[in-house]
Every structure is written in C-alpha cells, then in structure tokens.
C-alpha cells in the first residue's frame, strides 16, 4: 500500500522540539502552552508558535481554557502520519534490497 506524503506534515514533525511537544501531549493527555514550556528549553511565546504549526497540519487541536487554549493531539491526523512513515520505510526497504541485490551480483561476477 504507497500512501501519498504530506511535505507540509513533515516539515511540522521535523523540528526536534515539536516532536517532543506532541509527546508530551500524548503522555499528560494535553497541554497549554504554558505547561508545555514549563517541561521545554524554550519560552511560552515559542511554544505557542510551534503549537500553531501543528495546528495548521492538523496535528493538535485547540479549546479555549479559561486565559489561554488547551492543546490536545489529533489521533486520525497522527495515525495519517505513521501511515506515510511506514509507507516510506517500506519503500526504502525495497530499495535497499534491491542495491543489496544488484552489489552481490557485481560482487559474483568480479569473483567469476
């Protein structure tokens, strides 16, 4: 099964600390960015950039709570994301077996 990849949705999980983000909010079950930047090397206003780039590629959802959004990661929008990486796994397994192949055969023939 080849799923299509979603450049945008990489590019928001290829930052380390948005990758951290989501698992903090997986692990407490959400977040405000004032939580989050308590448990992060970065400042409240950072935090809530980087929540508003996984906003955008639907990666968490925000409700208002009182003065500030609390944050909660989308389940169908990650399982789409672990979907596209083990498409993509899949398809460099094949490629990597298959330069496996063609390298054994060279590999034969100098032997011949």
Known sequence: ?????????WSAVGDPTRRRMLDLLLTDGGGTATTL?????????????????LGRV???????SGRERRYEVDETQ????????????ATWDARLRRIKR?????Q???QS
């Open 1 to 9: 099964m080849s799923v299509g990849v979603d450049d945008d949705l």
């Open 37 to 53: 930047s308590e448990q992060l090397p970065v400042t409240r206003q950072a935090v809530a950039k980087h929540l508003g780039v």
């Open 58 to 64: 639907g990666l968490v959802h925000g409700t208002p």
């Open 78 to 89: 990650l399982a789409r994301a672990v979907a596209q990486l083990s498409s993509v796994g």
């Open 108 to 110: 034969r023939g100098q």
């Open 102 to 106: 063609i390298a054994e055969a060279i």
